[in-house]
Nanobody, 118 residues
Framework: QVQLVESGGGLVQAGGSLRLSCAVS????????MGWFRQAPGKEREFVAA????????YASDSVKGRFTISRDNGKNTVYLQMNSLKPEDTAVYYC???????????WGQGTLVTVSS
């Protein structure tokens, strides 16, 4: 079973940047899709961005497009979320997830908290 561990969260001032990391327990296969989600207090979990391991094609939600960038490092078995121009409304627990063989987002990390102050 693949395991995901997020890191890099913390407290940052509005306008600042953070880079989240998602370490994968084993080498991700070419047909994997990796994603980032977030959940703020009182809100439902929402999609942030996704990347296909093979080829590295990406997609981001409109709320973060132009500010957040998802990427991966095959050699390090790690997925990243570069977060720039952070806003207070970005405050949430951020989760890494994996979709294997088109089965859906079935593997999840424990989450890492991002707090953006005004």
């Amino acid at each position: 079973q693949v395991q995901l561990v997020e890191s890099g969260g913390g407290l940052v001032q509005a306008g600042g940047s953070l880079r989240l990391s998602c370490a994968v327990s084993e080498r991700t296969f070419s047909n994997y899709r990796m994603g980032w989600f977030r959940q703020a207090p009182g809100k439902e979990r929402e999609f942030v961005a996704a990347i296909r391991w093979s080829g590295g094609s990406t997609y981001a939600s409109d709320s973060v497009k132009g500010r957040f960038t998802i990427s991966r490092d095959n050699g390090k078995n790690t997925v990243y979320l570069q977060m720039n121009s952070l806003k207070p409304e970005d405050t949430a627990v951020y989760y890494c997830a994996a979709d294997r063989y088109g089965s859906g987002w079935s593997v999840w990390g424990q989450g890492t908290l991002v707090t953006v102050s005004s």
